[in-house]
């Protein structure tokens, strides 16, 4: 059966996404940023075949989970799942530099995309608040502080990165999915969708023979493509975007 990687996967749409392919009979292999949230994580999804660790707020420990990642690969399906939400109240930096909703959101899905095999199919979990989002290429945040338009940046930033990889790969779909508000720790108690409606779309991308799923380059909500954040559509930001990547990297896509 298809080998999945699914991160952050410890709870809310990754857990329900890992459950739902593993009762699909995929191979899925979860993620956790520690070896106990990795323990949460294979107790949350029982069907899983293993786990892998590694945080993603640092390059280094980026590369240690690829490492481990490869170690259960290859993968026929990733999702990018993990994130951080806009909760950060100031300005902080990573032991790289960077902010942290950056590192996580973006940086650490470039790293691991560079630094694994490219999968039959690619799902990145995005939101509408790219919509919001600045196009900060640079990878540095101007003041003032806001949480909540950085988590608007990254998820705007990691879209584009999404539409590159399908530019490069277009025989191997590559879709940024907005699986709607929902009831998650990063969604709040609020939102108005349930975690099983939000889980729908990633996992019909993941397994879907219709059209939709078949094509890349595309923004994926409730199983329809609709257009996407103009910046994802800009190959001369997206090239700017890459290429600062591959900087603070030292890595290249493939």
Not at 62 to 78: C, E, H, W
Not at 177 to 195: D, F, N, S
Request: overall charge neutral; aromatic content about 4%.
């Amino acid at each position: 059966m298809p080998r999945v990687l699914v991160t952050g996967a410890a709870q809310g749409l990754g857990s329900e996404i890992g459950r739902r392919l593993c009762d699909l009979g995929y191979e899925v292999v979860v993620h956790g940023r520690d070896a106990a949230r990795t323990d949460v994580a294979l107790a949350a999804v029982p069907g899983a075949m293993g786990g892998v660790t590694g945080r993603l707020d640092s390059l280094a420990s980026t590369r240690l989970l690829a490492d481990d990642a490869r170690g259960r690969g290859p993968y026929d399906v990733i999702v990018h799942n993990a994130a951080l939400g806009g909760e950060q109240a100031r300005p902080v930096a990573t032991e790289d530099g960077l902010d942290p909703l950056l590192q996580v959101n973006v940086v650490a899905p470039y790293l691991l995309s560079a630094l694994l095999s490219v999968p039959r199919r690619t799902v990145f979990v995005g939101s509408d608040s790219a919509f919001h989002g600045r196009p900060l290429v640079d990878l540095e945040v101007p003041p003032p502080w806001n949480g909540g338009q950085v988590y608007a940046d990254s998820k705007l930033l990691l879209t584009m990165l999404a539409f590159e990889l399908a530019a490069r790969h277009t025989d191997r779909p590559v879709n940024v999915v907005h699986p709607g508000w929902v009831r998650t720790r990063m969604g709040g108690p609020l939102a108005a969708l349930p975690v099983s409606d939000g889980a729908d779309t990633p996992v019909w991308l993941v397994t879907s023979d219709e059209a939709v799923a078949r094509r890349g380059g595309q923004y994926v909500h409730r199983r329809r493509a609709e257009p996407p954040p103009a910046a994802a559509l800009d190959p001369v930001a997206r090239a700017a975007l890459i290429g600062r990547l591959a900087e603070v990297t030292g890595e290249h896509l493939h």
